[in-house]
Antibody, heavy 120, light 107 residues
């Protein structure tokens, strides 16, 4: 069964770069049928789409974050990553990686989420 | 960006009740809509994709409908495990956007 797992620092200082990795196990998402994405959730709030990377490496980002966000994939290791630069307290929250079904554009497999706090 | 507005923001219901949650898009999205269930401390779980297609393993008491700008998620007979928060998400165009959520509580 395909599983995703986020990893990375739980505490990041303001103005620094948040870096998270999503490790895929139990299968591969290196397929034309699936894409990879990141979604976050501020404490006690709703879901915010961060961005998606297609199998061909093409990326789509939330315009509200676009100048600060980079999503990349390492097909040799079945990992994909998120980098968010110049973080502030507003970037605090739970970060989820997820698989996006290409034909129906819904996130059908999610990681458990990792909590990131931005604080000095 | 396409705005997604869910209603109600919260609803109280009893086991066995039928509950309907609505999601309205700020512009037409055809049937590019998904519904998710989230329980406290857990990741969201996909319930419905393409507006009306039930994800594998999701109980048949859940159903989705709609197209264009108006969508609904219905739970035909609430079970104790259904009390959670529900989100809609449009996948018509980037940036993908979510509704603000509907909290389903036990009456």
């Amino acid at each position: 069964q395909l599983q995703l797992q986020e990893s990375g620092p739980g505490l990041v200082k303001p103005s620094e770069t948040l870096s998270l990795t999503c490790t895929v196990s139990g299968g591969s998402i290196n397929s034309n049928s699936y894409y990879r994405g990141w979604i976050r959730q501020p404490p006690g709030k709703g879901l915010e789409w961060i961005g998606t990377i297609y199998h061909n490496g093409r990326t789509y980002y939330n315009p509200s974050l676009k100048s600060r966000v980079t999503i990349s994939v390492d097909t040799s290791t079945n990992h994909f990553s998120l980098k968010l630069s110049s973080v502030t307290a507003a970037d605090t929250g739970i970060y989820y990686c997820a698989r996006l079904g290409g034909s129906y554009s819904a996130y059908d497999v999610w990681g458990q989420g990792t909590t990131v706090t931005v604080s000095s | 960006d396409i705005q997604m507005t869910q209603s109600p923001s919260s609803v109280s219901a009893s086991v066995g009740d039928r509950v309907t949650i609505t999601c309205q898009a700020s512009q037409g999205i055809s049937t590019w809509l998904a519904w998710y269930q989230q329980k406290p401390g857990r990741a969201p779980k996909l319930l419905v994709f393409a507006a009306s297609n039930l994800q594998s393993g999701v109980p048949s008491r859940f159903s989705g409908s709609g197209s264009g700008t108006n969508f609904t998620l219905t739970v035909s007979a609430l079970q104790p495990e259904d009390f959670a928060t529900y989100f809609c998400q449009q996948a018509h165009s980037f940036p993908y956007t979510f509704g603000q959520g509907t909290r389903l509580e036990i009456k």
